[in-house]
Structures are given as C-alpha cells and as structure tokens.
C-alpha cells in the first residue's frame, strides 16, 4: 500500500484559521464534559453529600477497578444535555469500557449526585445502549449500582416499553446465558427496579454502611404494613449476605469491594485481548505519516466549503498508507483498505454527495470486505444522495438501494464516525444508527438531519405556500416562515442535539479517532470470526 500524497499546505492561513476554528470547537466540548462529571444546579452540594458519607465518585469508582495505565472507552458523556432543563447532567450514569486483568468489560456506574442515580427516561436509553454494545462485543458486564431505580415523575417513560427498564433487566439475563458474567457492586439504597439489578447478576458484593436492597423501602414498609425499620435492618448489606442471600460477599469499604471485584474478574475466565491470535488480520502498527492534530486545519470552518476525506484517512491510518480501490471511477466516494492500529479495516467515506456511481462503487467494495472478512469503517460526510432528472433516469434510486442493502446485510463489524454532514438517506446508505453499526461517534464540527437548515427552509416554506392556495402571503411572512423553518433545522442538526439523545455513542475529538479505533477493532480481534456472508461479488 502506497503512502498517500496530502495536497495540504499546513503553513497556509486557511490551514490557520480552519484549525482556530475548530479549537473552539473543542473547547465548548471539553466544557460540556466538564458539565457533565460535576456541573448543574446544586450539584456541589450532592457531591459534597456523596464524599460526607465516604463515597466515592463514579468515574473514581471504575478508576479504582480497571488495571493501571489502560484506557477506558467512556461511551456518551453528554447523554441528556440541554435535556429536562440540563438537570441530569450525562443522564446520571456512566457507561464505559475499561480493562480488568488484561480483560475488557463494559462499566454501568450509576451517578447518585445527580437525581439520587435515579433513572430518566434517557438514563435508560444509554444504560440499555451499554448492555447491548456488551452482547455484540462479548463483554461482561460490571454495575456499580446507587440508583433510586425509575424516575418516578417520569415512570410512563421509563417502565413499560420494549426498552424501557423491563428491557434493561431482560437483556441482563440475556448476557448472564450467553456466557458474559453479569456482576454488581451495590454501593447505595438500591430500591425496587434499582434491587433487581443486583438480584438478576451473577454475583454480587454489598458494602457494609452504604448498600442497600429493598423492593420497598423504609417509607413503603411503613405506609403498607405499619412496619417501622431502620434502613440496614431491612436490606443492608449483613442482612443480605448472611440472611437473605440475595448477596455473595460483604465488604468493609468501598476499596475493599474493588479488591473482591477484581478477584471475581479474574475468575471468570473471559478472553483478554491478544493482537496476534486471531481471525482480523493484524501486523505491526505505525503512526500515521501525517499528525492527527492536523485534521482540524483540514476541516473547513464554513461547512458549505467540503474537504478530501482522504486527506482525513492518511491522519487516521497507520503510516498514512492507503490502498484506494477504484480511484479513478465514482469520485465522490472514496473506498480503500488500510490499517488502523494494527488492524485491517475496509472504509468507505464521502466526498459531498453521493452519485449513482458512488453507491455502485461502495457496494462493490461492501463486497469485497464481505467476502475477504475485513472490517468496514464507514466515514460520514455527505449531502445525500443525487437529485435531479439526470439522476433518476440513471436509477439513483436502485443503486441507492443496493448500497444501503448491502450495508444492512454485512456481517463484519461496522463502525461509524460522523466527520461532517450526515444528511438525507445518506445517513442510512454510510450506515447510521438504523443499520446498527457497533459503535458511531462523531465529531463536533458533524451535522445530522433529513436535510439541512438551507434546504429545509426552501422545501418547507414551499410546502406551506402550497398549502395556502388563495391565500395573500407577504413578503415579511415568508421570510419569518422561513426563519423559523432554518431555526428548528439548526437547532435539531447540532451534534449536541444529536448526542444527548443518543443517536451516536459520543462526541469525540478528531485526533482520538485513531485511537478510538483501535480500541473497538481490539474488542471485535478477541472474539469468534463473524459468520460468513454470502462471499458473492458482484460488478457493479
Ligand atoms: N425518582 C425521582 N427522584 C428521585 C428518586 C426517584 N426514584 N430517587 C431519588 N430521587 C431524587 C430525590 O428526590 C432527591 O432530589 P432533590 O435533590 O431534587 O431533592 C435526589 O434524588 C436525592 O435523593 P435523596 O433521597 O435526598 O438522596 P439519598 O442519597 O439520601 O437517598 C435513595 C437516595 C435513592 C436511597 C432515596 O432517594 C430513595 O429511596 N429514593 C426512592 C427510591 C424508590 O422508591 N424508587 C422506586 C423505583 S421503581
């Protein structure tokens, strides 16, 4: 595989200013996060409860259990911002990937100074996200539970759908019988829906003073029974681990139950990573030629100007090397092998919109990953698909659709990173969250709609005019018409909009990309070859 050729002049002030830029970019994302680990109203004083009762904070939480010096993956930070008047800060939960005795393990930590880790309805939505990310990947699953179960204002959002928090202890016996332990940490009054979380693990470990189980608690018993019981009588962690059972083992503190977990981690005789044995080639990895850090001069600051996406792979892949399957032909979508940390992949990514002969050109290289079982990491940045007489009488429509056939139909893992504008059905033919890749992250330059504000503001307003027929319309109408339509698209397209609510599993700074990567290809590398596909290339 040849080195690729930037054509970027890195001194140039376009270069600069793109990167100026951006750096705002990342400092509004870096103060978000920040908003999300300790900001929101009376949230330091919830804090400062937590640590007077010897607690110890989430994220602290999972430091303390993952081996030293290893990364941890954390998965939608910024779930629930500007959500329920910005009051649940990453929606009370964090859910990661870290690393315990060389193994990797999803982490659901519930969040007690936010809503007591009570669970609202987008709380749910990224704790379920977790547990399935969990079974594509063949993770166990570690809950550090102090959660008041479901946000009870909120409980017809939360209780009684496909899933909702019936679907989050569905799946947990789901992963326990697919052979990836389930086990918990019990560090809070854990009531009602909060109980059955311990109750459906594999094992389970309460600490002395803190953790608590209860189908009911203290208030419950009395309302109903006219029972007066202190809290630890009724479900601490003695009661429960010398009495009812409903725990296995007891710890002083909560460092010591770090100790136990790690223990109990150790046991269960998961797969740890290892680059060499297995089914997703690997050779030695290199940097790429050109700096990551780059990629923000390379990203225009006015997104109607486009970029290469080529010069974005060489910042991504080792040692910038790329092989561009035909170069020549289909020009708005570029397709190549190349390797990330080690790793083959197959990407796919757009140059603006996508042409009859783009989608004929990524289906075929579809594929050929299929039949060669390579990795598909797919690129957003597109418009959509071609409009337009010329377009439709080519079969823009059927070619479309082989591509966002051929994308639902693949078997290798899929990733996906949003890098600029996710419009239209393009979303849908790069594979976005509908054809479930394993995981999607974007960036926070991305875009994500059914069109953008300009568009929508044309094709709207003209609809509403139709609508009208008859009636006198001024100028001054239309165009507030018009300013109300761009306003909903702005508002709804940003990609904070997008990740509070979970259409994407973070928003992550371009230059962690590679290293993002890496991590995910490492989960699928440990695990069973896919099954085959049908292996069947057809020329487009
Ligand atoms: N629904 C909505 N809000 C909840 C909640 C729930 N299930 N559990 C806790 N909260 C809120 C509290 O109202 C409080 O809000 P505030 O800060 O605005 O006053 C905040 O979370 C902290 O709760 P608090 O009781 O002060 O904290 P604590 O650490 O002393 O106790 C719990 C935490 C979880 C043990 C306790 O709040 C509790 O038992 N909650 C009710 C649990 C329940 O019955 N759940 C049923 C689920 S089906």
């Known amino acids: 595989m040849r080195q690729f050729e930037s054509r970027i002049d890195t001194g140039s002030s376009e270069f600069e200013k793109n990167a100026a830029a951006y750096a705002d970019l990342l400092a509004t994302l870096r103060d978000r996060q920040q908003f999300a680990i300790s900001g929101g109203a009376g949230r330091e004083r919830s804090i400062e409860r937590h640590h007077s009762r010897g607690k110890i904070l989430p994220r602290e939480r999972i430091d303390l259990v993952c081996d030293a010096d290893t990364p941890f993956l954390e998965l939608s930070t910024l779930a629930g911002w500007d959500m329920y008047d910005n009051s649940a800060p990453g929606a009370g939960i964090v859910t990661g990937i870290g690393v315990v005795h060389g193994v990797p393990w999803m982490f659901i930590a519930n969040d007690a100074t936010v809503k007591g880790g009570s669970l609202l309805p987008i709380s749910i939505k990224k704790h379920v996200r977790a547990q399935d990310i969990a079974a594509e990947n063949g993770l166990g699953v570690i809950y550090l539970v102090d959660s008041g179960g479901a946000f009870l204002p909120l409980q017809d959002d939360i209780f009684p759908d496909k899933d909702h928090f019936g679907g989050s202890f569905y799946r947990q016996a789901r992963l326990s019988a697919q052979g990836l332990p389930q086990v918990s940490v019990v560090l809070g009054g854990c009531t009602a829906g909060g109980a059955y979380v311990p109750a459906l693990s594999d094992e389970v470990i309460m600490v002395s003073g803190i953790g608590r189980i209860y189908l009911g608690g203290p208030p419950i018993v009395k309302a109903a029974l006219g029972e007066i019981i202190e809290p630890d009588d009724l479900g601490g962690a003695a009661l429960h681990t010398r009495i009812s059972g409903v725990s296995d083992y007891m710890a002083p503190d909560e460092r010591s139950a770090y100790g136990k977990l790690r223990e109990l981690c150790a046991a269960a005789n998961q797969r740890a990573v290892d680059h060499r044995e297995n089914w997703l080639s690997w050779t030695e990895p290199g940097s790429p030629h050109f700096d990551p850090d780059e990629i923000y001069g390379v990203i225009s600051a006015d997104d109607r100007i486009g970029f290469d996406a080529r010069e974005i792979v060489a910042r991504l892949v080792d040692g910038s090397r790329y092989g561009e399957f035909k170069p020549e032909w289909g020009e708005h979508i570029t397709c190549g092998f190349a390797r990330i940390w080690g790793f083959q992949v197959g990407i796919i990514a757009n140059n603006g919109i996508i042409f009859s002969s783009d989608a004929l050109k990524a289906t075929h290289f579809i594929e050929l990953c299929e039949q060669r079982r390579v990795p598909l990491l797919f690129l957003q940045n597109t418009t959509g698909y071609m409009v337009g007489s ?24 899929r990733y996906t990173v949003l890098i600029g504008g996710s419009y ?11 054809f479930n890749p394993r995981f999607l992250f974007a960036w926070p330059n991305s875009r994500i709609a059914t069109m953008s504000a300009e568009t929508a503001q044309t094709v709207l307003v003209d609809i509403r005019l ?7 319309t001024t100028e001054e109408e239309i165009a507030a018409m018009r300013a109300e339509v761009a306003d909903q698209y702005e508002r709804q397209s940003d990609p904070y909009y997008a990740t509070a609510r979970l259409w994407d599993d973070g928003l ?10 890496g991590l995910c290809l490492a989960l699928a590398a440990r695990q069973d070859a896919p099954a085959p596909g049908s292996g069947i290339v057809y020329r487009m």
């Open 424 to 434: 239209g059905a393009g979303n849908y033919g790069m594979c976005g969250r509908g």
């Open 390 to 413: 010329d377009s439709e009488a080519a079969g823009i429509a059927k070619h479309g659709a082989k591509m966002v056939s051929a994308v639902a139909n693949a078997t290798v893992p």
């Open 466 to 472: 139709a609508g009208m027929r008859g009636t006198e």
């Open 508 to 517: 992550i700074d371009p230059a962690d990309t590679r290293d993002t990567l």
